[in-house]
């Protein structure tokens, strides 16, 4: 369920609502959990949006 709720963070974030939350809290997410895999998500997101308006290339690393 917390990959379900990092999709809907990543591709729809204005969609995401507290009742996301109770549901994953419900499947026995802990809260800790919960935070640390958004915020994960949320840097992931942030940090490559970042870079792709500053035409920033991907180390040749991680094409392989």
Do not use: S, W
Not at 9 to 28: F, H, I, K, M, S
């Amino acid at each position: 369920m917390l990959l379900d709720y990092v999709r809907k963070l990543t591709l729809t974030p204005a969609a995401c609502r507290r009742e996301d939350v109770r549901r994953l809290q419900q499947a026995g997410a802990t809260d800790e959990e919960i935070h640390g895999t958004v915020q994960v998500a949320a840097y992931f997101n942030y940090i490559n949006r970042v870079a792709d308006a500053l035409g920033v290339d991907p180390d040749p690393e991680m094409l392989d």
